[in-house]
């Protein structure tokens, strides 16, 4: 299994009227094929801006990809050309987006939208196009596909707009899917049903998947490895069992401590983090995570801690050791 | 019914039906959407109940509904002993003073042209407990304190504020008329998770200080297992199960609860991994076309040939516990 | 610092500092429109020229005839030159100019409460009487105006006493067309006021405010008004303009101010037959009613994109 997307060191930025806002600071990570990676983080954190600005769909200005690199096979997707761009995304990359009213045309017919994708990207005719139309809409579970082609958007549930969507990304058997927050505007029951369609496909289609998410619980059920992400820093990687079992970073250790558990009775109070996010237009000194960290020394405010690799598969930025409560 | 001794709230066959109205000269009312179509339940001084389901559910408009904001289709609502649906002037003063909202959009519930003194001081003025003055803004400083605000934020305005923080302002204004019972409703939804804690602690404070009764209006799960007392669940319209709140995440008893309480991710990567879940088929139907019967039988992993014809009773099948399906069987009912 | 519950407070840094008003913001954002800037100079200047200009001369000259002078040229004593009987055509620019904007602005309160009132109320309560303003508003909408125009001038227009403001006495017309042009223009932002209420009213804050218990009056002008001023603000902006304008018209059917006061309007029908022998008639008013509509305009698209809550960029 070789690597699929390698980014180094992305930092992106934007200019608004009120100053240059740092969204992403720095973040590198790599990608398996096959594997599913989900990243992690509250709004504002960086973790859509970092996706969608390494597809190239961020309005430059007022964005701006200030460093970094992004290789997805040899090639680093910053770079390319437009044209070239394009032939990537919906070809070996599909996308899921948050709201799938948005993302999907909505005087488009279903059908009409998932054969253009097809036409754009491979070199299928008319009559192939709809055949392979038709198996999308059934492997996502779409009923009465036959149907569905002639439907609109609008005539769509929530969750079978997000198995279009899901359909729409998939049609060209791409090498990776990005699923932006897919399931956060569904509810609970719906949200289960398209992981377990999720779950399926990886099986079936054998593609690597970043889900991004700030729903802890999803990430449990579906994903291999997690990056956290806080204020535009990576701040932890590690194997989805272990960073469960054992948070290194006191922000993924906040996180899971302030969860309230739908499968054991009320043990105690909740463990809120006290504090708000910081604020991205100023400027970072030391950690951003300082001012809300139990765990907090001289040090941390000083200077901000890069990323590490402490184990094989483990990386952390932080100075603390939080099993000891001594420095690292 | 269930039993408490002289209860807060007193909720029975509460329904709200919306016409819906075609025609451009002369709109007729073509149907309705049956978004509460029959509710009971009562609430206990001190109690918090939880009131959950899933968009479409009625949860919300109930939650209106009880507080008399929107006038009921059918059914009746006591608070303290006074009918919600007869109140008029004094009465319906005296209610608006004791009951409160919290609403969930923080960007929405706060009026974006008045300064926070006057979103938290409003209630004050209304029903006149502090005369205008340094009185009033005493008590509102006192209030934004409460909520862990700075009393320096007076003459801020809400768009200064982040998410959490005005919720802390919507739950300041709805402590300023001191009132008995507050309808939260999806309060916390639209926060981020961690200050979604902060938020729930706070709320949790306030009632062991304030002696406060609350309808916790919400879709997630595990937040209402950790606040809430007894749990009821609602699907297009009605309820299909009510039980204390262990009893129900322990051993729910209608299919749907089943399905809701195994859709919920646990982050524990191993439990969430090994446990068996129920995926409910098709999709949450509307309000508009109920289906016959059970409302929930189309979807139902163990319906059976009469629940397309018959309404389940709405029965009690254990202490505290109430069910409305046709599958489940009472046990011997204790001497209650 | 620990309050009571236990909890910390946030620090105040937190708080986007420095807090800017919402009338800063304002201010920023209308400064950015430069074409908005130019207006309100613009009209800022005419209007000192109206007001301004009654220091030099006086409104006797400005009424002053002399027919031995009748349709001079612009010249050293005459900038303007003079006009069909030997007035000043400078001087009945500043006192035209007057007129003109007092008539413009009058119009434009008359619109503003009729208009603001009806469209409250309907988008407000909704159902029956909101069906009811609306007949109404459409019956007022349909009807030609310069049908309603006519019969309203022809009907009071010479019925209303004079009025006394500010040491000037303007002819009962003068009211009587501020009536005219207020009764004929309010439906527009009566509309526009009841798709504000439409709106707001289902907002969560007016919710949040009728679980208080605050009454309806209250609701509607403190909570939804306050919150509507933007598309107000604009309209009412405009509708200035558009009064100038319709008072032109009018005052060209010689429907409008009776002679001897001036508007620009009834200037230009001073000028009619003599179009192209003395230019200088209409193009001293002309340019003037021009300036000043265009900048009213000016002004309202930068007071859009000013008052917008939609834009978050400052």
Known sequence: ?328 | MSVSADPLVRVEGLKKHFPIQRGVIIQRTVGHVRAVDGISFDIAPGETLGLVGESGCGKTTAGRTILGLYPPSGGEVWIEGVAVREAEGEAMRRLRRRTQMIFQDPYASLNPRWTVGSIVGEPLRVHQLRPRGSARTERVKELLALVGLSPRYVNRFPHEFSGGQRQRIGIARALASEPAFVVCDEPISALDVSIQAQIVNLLEDLQDRLGLTYLFIAHDLAMVRHLCDRVAVMYLGIMVELAGRDELYENPLHPYTQALLSAVPIPDPELDRRRRRTILSGDVPSPINTPSGCRFHPRCPIAKEQCARLVPEWRQVGPGHWVACHEVEPKTLPSV | MDTAAGLTLPRLEELEAPPLSLAQLFWRRFRRHRMALAGAVTLALLTLYSLGGSLFLTEAFANFTQTALRLQAPSASHPFGTDTIGRDILARTIYGGQISLLIGLAAMLVELVIGVGVGALAGYYGKVIDSLLMRITEAWLNIPALFLLLIMAKSFGGRIPDVQLLGRSFSGSVVAIILIIGLTSWMYLARIVRAEFLSLKEQDFVLAARATGTSDLSIILQHILPNSVAPIVVAATLSVGNAILTESYISFLGLGVQPPTATWGNMLEGAHGYIEQAPWLWIFPGTLILLTVLSINFIGDGLRDALDPRSRAI
């Open chain 1, 1 to 328: 299994m070789g690597t699929l997307l390698e980014v180094q060191d992305l930092r992106v930025r934007f200019h608004t009227t009120e100053g240059v806002v740092h969204a992403v600071n720095g973040i590198s990570y790599s990608m398996q094929e096959g594997e599913t990676v989900a990243l992690v983080g509250e709004s504002g954190c960086g973790k859509s801006v970092s996706m969608m600005s390494i597809l190239r769909l961020i309005p430059c200005p007022p964005g701006e990809v200030a460093e970094g690199r992004a290789l997805f096979g040899q090639r680093d997707l910053l770079q390319l050309e437009e044209a070239e761009l394009e032939r990537i995304r919906g070809g070996q990359i599909g996308m899921v987006f948050q709201d799938p009213m948005t993302s999907l045309n909505p005087v488009l017919t279903i059908g009409r939208q998932i054969t253009e994708t097809l036409r754009a990207h491979t070199s299928s005719d008319g009559a192939s196009a709809r055949t392979r139309t038709l198996e999308l809409l059934d492997m996502v579970g779409l009923p009465a596909a036959e149907e569905r082609l002639q439907d609109y958007p609008h005539q769509f549930s929530g969750g079978m707009r997000q198995r279009a969507m899901i359909a729409m990304a998939l049609a060209c058997s791409p090498k990776l899917l990005i699923a932006d927050e897919p399931t956060t505007a569904l509810d609970v029951t719906i949200q289960a049903q398209i992981v377990e369609l999720a779950l399926q496909l990886r099986e079936r289609l054998g593609m690597a998947i970043i889900w991004i998410t700030h729903d802890l619980g999803v990430v449990a059920g579906l994903a291999d490895r997690v990056l956290v992400m806080y204020a535009g820093y990576l701040v932890e990687e590690a194997p989805v069992l272990e960073l469960f079992s054992r948070p290194w970073h006191p922000y993924t250790l906040s996180l899971l401590a302030a969860l309230p558990r739908v499968d054991r009775p009320r043990s105690s109070r909740l463990k809120p983090i006290p504090g708000a996010p910081p604020n991205l237009l100023a400027e970072a000194h030391g950690c951003p995570f300082a001012p809300r960290c139990g765990f907090v020394m001289n040090r941390c405010r000083a200077e901000n801690p890069p990323l590490v690799e402490i184990e094989a598969g483990r990386k952390l930025a932080c100075w603390a050791n939080v099993e000891t409560g001594q420095p690292r």
